[in-house]
C-alpha cells in the first residue's frame, strides 16, 4: 500500500473509529442505572450550608473507570423541582468501586435530588457495552 493511498484512507478509519466508540463511551439518564447506582443524603455542612453528599458506585466490574456529571435538584416542600445544577465529580468512578461527592446547592430548598446527568468512559475494562 502506498502512502498515498494509506493517507487517503486515514480519514475515513479515524471517522469510522471515532463514531464506534462515542456510542458505546457515552453514559446517559436512560442507561445510568444499568452502570452507576448512587447513594446520597442531605443536611447543613460544618458552617450550616445546605449540602448534599454520598457516593457513586459503578455497578459491574471490569467496565473501567467513568467521568460523572451529577444532576442536582432542588425541591420544595411539596417535592417539585424550583432549581437544578449539573456537578462534576472531582475523581472518576473507578472499576474498584466507589466515588464520593459532596455537593452545596446553589438554591435551599426543602429537600434535594440527585441523578446521573451524564458521564463519558475514560478507562475501559473487559466488559461490553
Same mark, same amino acid.
Not at 9 to 18: D, E, H, N, T, Y
Not at 69 to 80: I, W
Given at each position: 500500500m502506498t502512502r498515498r493511498t494509506l493517507l487517503g484512507?486515514?480519514?475515513?478509519?479515524?471517522?469510522? #473509529?471515532?463514531a464506534g466508540r462515542a456510542h458505546a463511551q457515552s453514559i446517559t439518564p436512560e442507561n445510568a442505572p444499568k452502570y452507576l447506582r448512587l447513594e446520597y443524603q442531605s443536611g447543613p455542612d460544618r458552617k450550616g450550608r445546605p449540602s448534599v453528599w454520598g457516593y457513586v458506585y459503578l455497578n459491574s466490574s471490569g467496565l473501567g473507570s467513568a467521568r460523572v &456529571?451529577?444532576?442536582?435538584?432542588?425541591?420544595?416542600?411539596? #417535592?417539585?423541582p424550583i432549581a437544578s445544577q449539573i456537578d462534576y465529580l472531582d475523581t472518576e468512578v473507578a472499576f474498584s #468501586? &466507589?466515588?464520593?461527592?459532596?455537593? &452545596?446547592?446553589?438554591?435551599?430548598g426543602a429537600s434535594y435530588r440527585v441523578s446521573i446527568h451524564s458521564g463519558d468512559w475514560t478507562k475501559t475494562g473487559g466488559g461490553s457495552f
Open positions: 484512507l486515514l480519514p475515513g478509519l479515524i471517522l469510522a #473509529g471515532w &456529571r451529577l444532576l442536582v435538584e432542588t425541591l420544595n416542600a411539596a #417535592g417539585q #468501586g &466507589r466515588t464520593y461527592f459532596e455537593v &452545596r446547592p446553589k438554591t435551599p
